[in-house]
Antibody, heavy 121, light 108 residues
């Protein structure tokens, strides 16, 4: 069964960092790009960036450049998204989602269950 | 960059047809994908490459494009179709997906 499973909810203080994991199973981990998308409460979907699990290449949305880092560990089929210098408006559900193509640019066909990150003092 | 325009809400009676639009001036040259998101759940792909359905998605869901507008149609709407729906295209210049603002479908 093709799936991606994310780590659990996090509560952080402003200024801290959070690292969310996304473990893939049921398919070739290095064969598909992984995106990160977030959704603030009551808001729409906001793309944050992607990572090529094979090469480690990344592409980040301008909004998050300098604060986000996406990494991967092929030995355990896991990608990570770390967001630093957290603010209250980073409170959101963070999703990882697989790109359906072997080259980035298709649809996002498999989504994780989401990880709630709450930033509060 | 692309801006995909969706109506904030659409209401439809059970058994009728819902149509959710996604507008953009160059959408005709783009592949459009649609996601369904029920409250508290992750998005689910329901239409890809304009009109293809993933396995497990009912035939009641279909996609089309005409001019500057892509449309997600749901025939014989059921209470369980109540959800937010998002369209998405790919911006090949900046290599990123672009999402519409989402449409809340209410089944009356």
């Amino acid at each position: 069964q093709v799936q991606v499973v994310q780590s659990g909810a996090e509560v952080k203080k402003p200024g801290a960092s959070v690292k969310v994991s996304c473990k893939a199973s049921g398919y070739s981990f290095t064969g598909y790009y992984m995106h990160w998308v977030r959704q603030a409460p009551g808001q729409g979907l906001e793309w944050m960036g992607w990572i090529n699990p094979n090469s480690g290449d990344t592409n980040y949305a301008k909004k998050f450049q300098g604060r986000v880092t996406m990494t991967r560990d092929p030995s355990i089929s896991t990608t990570y998204m770390e967001l630093s210098r957290l603010r209250s408006d980073d409170t959101a559900v963070y999703y990882c989602a697989r790109d359906a193509s072997h080259v980035v640019g298709a649809t996002l066909d498999i989504w994780g269950q989401g990880t709630m990150v709450t930033v509060t003092s | 960059s692309y801006v995909l325009t969706q109506p904030p809400s659409v209401s439809v009676a059970p058994g009728k047809t819902a149509r959710i639009t996604c507008g953009e001036s160059n959408i005709g040259s783009k592949s459009v994908h649609w996601y369904q998101q029920k409250p508290g759940q992750a998005p689910v792909l329901v239409i890809y490459y304009d009109s293809d359905r993933p396995s497990g998605i009912p035939e009641r869901f279909s996609g089309s494009k005409s001019g500057n507008t892509a449309t997600l149609s749901i025939i014989r709407v059921e209470a369980g179709d109540e959800a937010d729906y998002y369209c998405q295209v790919w911006d090949s210049r900046s290599e990123n997906p672009v999402f519409g603002g989402g449409t809340k479908l209410t089944v009356l």
